[in-house]
């Protein structure tokens, strides 16, 4: 490997880590102020991307995310590898949207590196905004153009779909994971510039999601899809697109703000749909497990070699978004069966199971576990014949213990925080790519891996929505007197 290829992680004076034994002030405090500095650090970063790529290609206009970026070497792709990404503009739009319709994008003057001898002085506020704007525009045209659907990938030049195999799966009135991201980014972006036109595509195509999945309509590309097996995923990414959607209207009724309230309440009832059915199908209470694919009896299904897929990653989001979810739920449902304590206990079980289950003894998560051995199974969504560690399950391994420790004070989450906190910060984060998180690392070895992930550029999500929450529960610690 070429030191070109390798990550120079950060200075140890520029980290903070959790090491205290207990969410005192002072450790919060300290948090805080990384953490801020941080998220600033993130979003300007996103902004550089785009002002490096307009400078090289003068003339050119990118629609999007910006570019296809190594995430190791920090330089971008060759042009034919260069694409518009469903997820990352979804994703991009819903989470930078919500941070500016909440307030949590200062209006401060941060450096952009343009090139390597040049930087450019931006209002970080006024920069996303207009980004936003971008992908608003973008997202929009590209609905437009392809009936209705966000492709996995599409060609910069037309908005296009390409021919990328992931794309080749979608017959008429099919969906995917790119539209369902991309329902966040219109809701938030309809929310934050009190757009009526925005607001109206997101929620027809939350409505087109809900119907697509009932119906069978929804393909998630990559995986075969089988008729006698339930997947979990797009009812998981809806539920937190609505607790996402639902934490902004809350928040902007405290500040006083526009009155979205009206959306509330069948928000919270399409969530309910949702929790019901992934309890009941990928989750065991005695002993605790979460389980990728589940039979039509509510059990695992083993795959064809006969081992249960477990995803950490996504068994500890899927306990993140019940806990962001709770307090809108209502005490009980269907005549007591449903209670939101029972849903608490259960993020609380799923949280814990994945960290029992998912961390190597290198201090990261792995992508996937044999429920049935503890095994840790090849990453073949990646392409890999051996176990990968993704920098977004430890990111949400952080968000889902201190939303559940809020909830709950049971002080196992501090543990599980410390863990996922430090594995964040210790290896992962690049200087090539100013001090940002890459993708991948092979769990024993922490070799960084060049694994292009779903968003193909760096992901504009789970790293900043995660310490978003992290930021808001460490705030909430304070108020409450830490």
Known sequence: MTQSQTRIPLDSSEIVLFTEPQLTSDACRKLLTFFRAFQEKNLAFFLSIRERWHAQNPGEFFPGLCANINPITGQFRGAAEQRLWGWGDGRALGTWSAFLARGAIPAKQVLLDVSPDRQKKVDLRQAMSEYVDIIYRGLKERRRANNGLIPFTADY?????????????????????SNLFTINGFIQYGIFRNSKESLEIGLQMLDEAKCAIGEGRFRAGHKTDLAEVSDHGPRMILLGVIGDVLATIHDL?????????????????????????????????????????????????????????????????????????????????????????????????????????????????????????????????????????????????????????????????????????????????????????????????????????????????????????????LETVLERGA
């Open 253 to 473: 009724e405290l500040k006083g703000n526009r009155d979205y309230s009206g959306h509330t309440e069948p928000l919270v009832a399409g969530a309910l749909t949702y929790i019901e059915y992934i309890l009941e199908q990928h989750y065991r209470e005695d002993p605790p497990a979460f389980w990728e694919q589940g039979n039509r009896q509510g059990g695992p299904a083993p795959n064809e070699s006969g081992q249960v897929v477990v995803d950490p990653g996504h068994a500890t989001e899927f306990a993140g978004f019940l806990a962001e979810l709770a307090p809108f739920l209502p005490e009980s449902w269907k005549g007591a069966q449903w209670t939101r304590d029972r849903v608490v206990q259960a993020a609380l079980a799923i949280h814990l199971f994945a960290d029992a289950i998912g961390f190597a003894e290198s201090g990261v998560m792995i992508k996937h576990v044999d429920l049935n051995t503890g095994a840790f199974l090849p990453d073949t969504q990646a392409g890999k014949d051996f176990p990968t560690a993704p920098w977004w399950n430890v990111r949400e391994h952080c968000a889902a213990a201190l939303s559940l420790y809020l909830l709950t004070q049971d002080t196992r989450l501090l543990e599980s925080y410390r863990k996922a906190q430090h594995a964040s910060y210790l290896h992962y984060p690049n200087k090539r790519i100013g001090g940002q998180m890459i993708q991948m690392v092979a769990p024993f070895s922490l070799e960084p891996l060049d694994v292009a992930p779903s968003t193909g550029n760096l992901d504009p999500m789970h790293d900043a929505r995660s310490r978003a929450r992290e930021i808001e529960a």
């Open 157 to 177: 030049h037309t908005n296009l779909v390409d021919d990328n195999p992931r794309n080749s799966a979608f017959a008429k009135g099919e969906i995917g994971f």
